[in-house]
T-cell receptor, first 115, second 114 residues
Framework: GAGVSQTPSNKVTEKGKYVELRCDPI?????LYWYRQSLGQGPEFLIY????????DSGLPNDRFFAVRPEGSVSTLKIQRTERGDSAVYLC?????????????FGPGTRLTVT | DAKTTQPPSMDCAEGRAANLPCNHS???????VYWYRQIHSQGPQYIIH???NNETNEMASLIITEDRKSSTLILPHATLRDTAVYYC???????????????FGKGTKLSVKP
C-alpha cells in the first residue's frame, strides 16, 4: 500500500518568506509526527498530532512554526518569516495509534533551503 | 528517555554479519530498546525493538545484555543496500501511552563494502 508522502520534495525560498510543507500519512493512521533533520544530525521532534489535535508541540523551536491537521489525515507544517537556520529536511511520520510500541512510518522528507 | 551511545561509524564486508553496538547504561525498567535505520535521502525505517529478551525478525536480531545496559543489533548477512545510519533509541514502552515521539542521537554510519 501507499506509504507516507510529502510534498514538495524540495523547496527553495528566500529569507523572510512563508512556506508550507505537506504530509499525507498512511490511511487510517491516527498519529502523525513532524521531525526536522539538519545535516549530520539525527531527526529532531517538532510536533505530534493525535487525530486533529496537536497533542504535543514542545519541539517547535519558536512561534514562527505552526502545524495543522484539520481533518485528522493530511497535515501542513507552516513556517513564517523563514530564516537561513530553518534550512533542513523536514520529515513526517505516522503510526496506527500514538503508542510507543507501534512503529512509525516515515516519509521521504522535504528538503527546505532558505537563501 | 535514557540516552544512548553508539560508535559514529563502522565498516562491514558484504555477506558478513554486521554487529552494531549501543550503550544505554541509564535505561529504566520500563524502557524498550528500538532500532531504526536511515538510508541516504530516505526517511528512517523501523527495524526491531525489545525489552529484555533477544528478538529476531526478517531484518535483524537484537541482543540485549542481561543487565540491559547495552545491546547489539545484528544484520546476519550484510548487503550493500544495508549501508545506512543506524539509530539506537531507548524509550518508555507499553500500550496506552500518550506520547510516541522518537528521540534520535547521531547514530552509527554503517558502510557495507564489496
Amino acid at each position: 500500500g501507499a506509504g507516507v508522502s510529502q510534498t514538495p520534495s524540495n523547496k527553495v525560498t528566500e529569507k523572510g518568506k512563508y512556506v508550507e510543507l505537506r504530509c499525507d500519512p498512511i490511511s487510517g493512521h491516527t498519529a502523525l509526527y513532524w521531525y526536522r533533520q539538519s545535516l549530520g544530525q539525527g531527526p529532531e521532534f517538532l510536533i505530534y498530532f493525535q487525530g486533529t489535535g496537536a497533542a504535543d508541540d514542545s519541539g517547535l523551536p519558536n512561534d514562527r512554526f505552526f502545524a495543522v491537521r484539520p481533518e485528522g489525515s493530511v497535515s501542513t507544517l507552516k513556517i513564517q518569516r523563514t530564516e537561513r537556520g530553518d534550512s533542513a529536511v523536514y520529515l513526517c511520520a505516522s503510526s496506527l495509534v500514538p503508542d510507543r510500541n507501534y512503529e512509525q512510518y516515515f516519509g521521504p522528507g522535504t528538503r527546505l533551503t532558505v537563501t | 528517555d535514557a540516552k544512548t551511545t553508539q560508535p559514529p561509524s563502522m565498516d562491514c564486508a558484504e555477506g558478513r554479519a554486521a554487529n552494531l553496538p549501543c550503550n544505554h547504561s541509564t535505561i529504566s525498567g520500563n524502557e524498550y530498546v528500538y532500532w531504526y535505520r536511515q538510508i541516504h535521502s530516505q526517511g528512517p525505517q523501523y527495524i526491531i525493538h525489545g525489552l529484555k529478551n533477544n528478538e529476531t525478525n526478517e531484518m535483524a536480531s537484537l541482543i540485549i545484555t542481561e543487565d540491559r545496559k547495552s545491546s547489539t543489533l545484528i544484520l546476519p548477512h550484510a548487503t550493500l543496500r544495508d549501508t545506512a545510519v543506524y539509530y539506537c533509541i531507548v524509550r518508555v514502552g507499553g500500550y496506552g501511552g500518550s506520547q510516541g515521539n522518537l528521540i534520535f542521537g547521531k547514530g552509527t554510519k554503517l558502510s557495507v563494502k564489496p
